[in-house]
């Protein structure tokens, strides 16, 4: 399934803002329990908020929930003022 992460400004820009991310493994593995994603977010002047995409990688396996992290760099145009979310993926099988 695909889930989509909202990336925000506090406050809309005059001028273009770019940002680059990339999903990070922590206890998710990025073959078995998602799909690794890196690029650039760009927020054109006025526009305080984007989306990435991210996908989960179904499975038939119980286990424990695990997390993944997206990370935020090289802001251009703005300062990040948080630089990592955490993605839980929780487990539904029974």
């Known amino acids: 399934s695909t889930i ?4 925000r400004l506090s406050a809309p820009s005059g ?3 770019t940002v680059r991310f990339a999903t990070v493994s922590d206890t998710a593995n990025a073959v078995a329990d998602y799909q690794h994603r890196f690029g650039d977010l760009v927020f054109p002047a006025g526009v305080t908020t984007r989306t990435i995409p991210l996908t989960i990688v179904g499975d ?7 997390q993944f992290f997206i990370d935020l760099v ?3 145009g703005a ?4 630089m990592r ?3 839980v993926i929780v487990d539904d099988d029974p």
């Open 74 to 76: 090289s802001a251009t």
């Open 79 to 82: 300062t990040l003022g948080r």
């Open 60 to 66: 038939r396996v119980a286990e424990s929930s695990e």
């Open 4 to 7: 989509n992460l909202p990336v």
């Open 85 to 87: 979310a955490v993605a």
């Open 15 to 17: 001028q273009t803002v």
